[in-house]
């Protein structure tokens, strides 16, 4: 045991070492392991919980600490060890050397990185909120460093691999086999692609395709009774109210998730909107809802005004039912229906994307993305029942005219000859 009390000073160090590397594991395992709700909940916990929120506003230099840090741990305590080894075999204790190198191994990778990862993942929250403050003070520390580091990784990237590209993490075909592959059960894998075609539509429908044009939508400015209600809840399931001096929408209220509606104010139950710009796609908009954890979706214009809403449950339609259209849900009206031999009626709001998708022909251009809009292009003005005009193959004649806007209309195919292009 004199070998031990002689190097007592390099195992002290070694202890401390390995503390250090479990410290930093912990950390890294339970930081990355915390959920989107986590996150939220620490942002507006004690003064600890915010630290490390704030660490995790720039993974990029959380990651880059931590590794650094560990890394350093780490070649420190194999010196030590390749030290003391070597001690060990000059002394004539090539054995003991042996032993001492590979138990030393051992503890490292055992205690000192796997059962602390394990055991973080477990209790992120309570591990994360342990590690911020001390982490935060080692981040910062090495905050002049990062610039280099990153400078290295820049050059090394544009020298060494300059014609390296990043592959996409999935690809839709991947998703599609993957469909194939997960059941042998015709009607389940019929049903599964449609809606992956349903998802992978969000990112090329814009907002102002799928939103409740602001003319469908019941408003309700505070203070809000039950009695205002008249005994009939929302269309859409959503209580959705102003600004209490302007039009503008605030909040929304799920009415069907509430266990208990009380008679007046009905505002305190509100939970703010969020704001999306009429040109952003749906996948987008979604990202920003679920970011935020709001269901609903205000659409606003360049000049700040809203002009719909868009609400989760329209966006799950999209996802979930193939036929979903504004028109069956708002006007209680197929979008697109045949009423004669080559004649057909069709809603102003109905998408161009649907339209050409059901007469299968190409898509002419237009900015516009509903019938009625591309009507309203054509003509340059707001359309009367009785105006006609010609977009592509399709011959359009206005019916009815809505003080509201909305627009039915009766659609003939002119002949491939007589089409403009």
């Known amino acids: 045991m004199y070998w031990l009390i002689a190097f007592a000073p390099w195992l002290i160090a070694m202890g401390l070492l390995a503390f250090a590397s479990t410290f930093f594991c912990a950390s890294e395992a339970a930081l990355f392991y915390l959920s989107r709700q986590d996150r939220r909940r620490m942002a507006a916990g004690n003064r600890a919980q915010q630290i490390t929120a704030g660490l995790l506003a720039d993974p990029d230099r959380l990651l880059g600490a931590v590794l650094f840090w560990n890394l350093l741990t780490n070649l420190t305590y194999f010196t030590i060890v390749s030290i003391t080894a070597l001690a060990l075999q000059r002394q004539g204790r090539a054995a003991s050397a042996g032993l001492f190198a590979a138990t030393s191994l051992l503890v490292l990778i055992v205690l000192a990185e796997m059962l602390p990862k394990s055991l973080a993942v477990l209790k992120p929250r309570a591990v994360a909120s342990l590690v911020g403050v001390p982490l935060a003070l080692l981040v910062r520390l090495l905050d002049p460093l990062l610039p280099v580091f990153r400078m290295v990784n820049l050059l090394s990237q544009r020298l060494i691999w300059p014609t390296f590209k990043p592959e996409p993490y999935l690809q839709v075909g991947d998703l599609e086999r993957a469909v194939d592959l997960s059941t042998s059960d015709a009607a389940l894998v019929e049903h599964e692609h449609t809606v992956l075609q349903g998802l992978v539509s969000l990112s090329a429908i814009r907002v102002d395709e799928l939103m409740r044009p602001r003319s469908r939508v019941r408003l309700f400015h505070p203070p809000v009774t039950l009695a205002d209600l008249g005994g ?11 600004e209490a001096e302007s039009d503008e929408v605030a909040g929304w209220v799920r009415l069907p998730s509430v266990s208990f509606i009380p008679d007046e104010h009905l505002e305190s139950l509100a939970r703010p909107v969020a704001y999306v710009p009429w040109c952003t796609t749906v996948a987008q908009a979604l990202q920003t809802m679920r970011q935020g954890q709001r269901q609903v979706a205000a659409v606003v214009n360049e000049f700040g005004e809203t002009v719909g809403v868009l609400t989760l449950d329209d966006i799950l339609d999209t996802i979930f039912s193939p036929t979903s259209s504004r028109s069956e849900r708002l006007l209680k009206r197929m979008p697109i229906r045949q009423v004669g031999p080559s004649v057909w009626h069709v809603t102003g709001m109905t998408s161009i994307r649907r339209l050409v998708r059901h007469f299968q022909c190409p898509r002419p251009e237009s900015k516009s993305v509903t019938v009625a809009g591309v009507i309203q292009e054509v003509l340059q003005r707001l359309p009367e029942p009785g105006d006609r005009c010609r977009w592509g193959k399709f011959q359009f004649r206005v019916l009815e005219a809505a003080d509201s806007g909305q627009l039915l209309v ?12």
Not at 232 to 242: A, I, M, R, V
């Open 410 to 421: 009766e659609l003939t195919l002119v002949p491939e000859a007589e089409a403009q292009p």
């Open 232 to 242: 009939q809840p929302p269309e859409s399931g959503y209580l959705l109210l102003t």
